[in-house]
């Protein structure tokens, strides 16, 4: 692979304008590498936790399940979906999409940028989070998988269960997991 990454293709990181850094893509390790870190830093700001604390406000004490799902409709609800650019993986700071829900916006992001902003608020509210990668067609470059999507697991502390937390299938996550090729499900986020 050469040190540009796929081609032209670049991933730009923007935890706030103008980009701190623009650098050739390299795949799935790469992006998530970048979203982990943006959604651990996340909680340097306050604007995730200000929003999570409203969202979740009439749920009973202890009900982590309610909390994760309140906060996976509240995203569904306050944001659109849309790809990123041609040819340039974009991943925006989970406090940014903060700031712009709590000015009244309703920010357009895709995949990675809803789970990013989903496993920070699941931080925020003392939960533990990870990401999952879906391929929906076995491709490979460079010796590594294609994957096409990612979404935020919360996970259920007593039973230490999986809650899978997609706002782009949304209602249809049954059967997008049954379309799915190729899956990794990484690490935890730990600071």
């Not at 929906?136 to 899978?164: L, N, W």
């Not at 996550?173 to 499900?185: D, P």
């Amino acid at each position: 692979m050469s040190t540009m990454g796929y081609g032209d293709a670049e991933l730009l990181w923007f935890p706030d304008a103008p980009p701190q850094s623009r650098v050739g893509y390299n795949g799935a390790p790469q992006t998530i590498k970048v979203m982990s870190q943006a959604a651990l830093d996340d909680a340097k700001h306050f604007q995730t936790r200000q929003i999570a604390e409203a969202v979740c406000e009439g749920i009973d004490s202890k009900d982590y399940v309610s909390e994760y799902l309140a906060l996976y409709n509240f995203l569904i609800q306050r944001c659109r979906y849309m790809r990123d650019p041609r040819r340039t993986e974009l991943v925006r700071a989970p406090y940014i999409i903060s700031k712009q829900m709590l000015a009244g916006h309703r920010p357009s992001i895709d995949c990675d940028d809803m789970a990013c902003w989903l496993a920070a608020a699941v931080l925020a509210v003392g939960g533990n989070a990870q990401f999952a990668t879906v391929a929906f067609q076995k491709m490979m470059y460079d010796g590594q998988v294609q994957y096409s999507h990612v979404f935020t697991c919360a996970i259920e502390p007593r039973a230490r269960t999986r809650i899978i937390l997609d706002p782009v299938a949304a209602e249809k996550t049954s059967q997008m997991l049954s379309r799915v090729k190729e899956w990794h499900v990484w690490a935890p986020l730990t600071s």
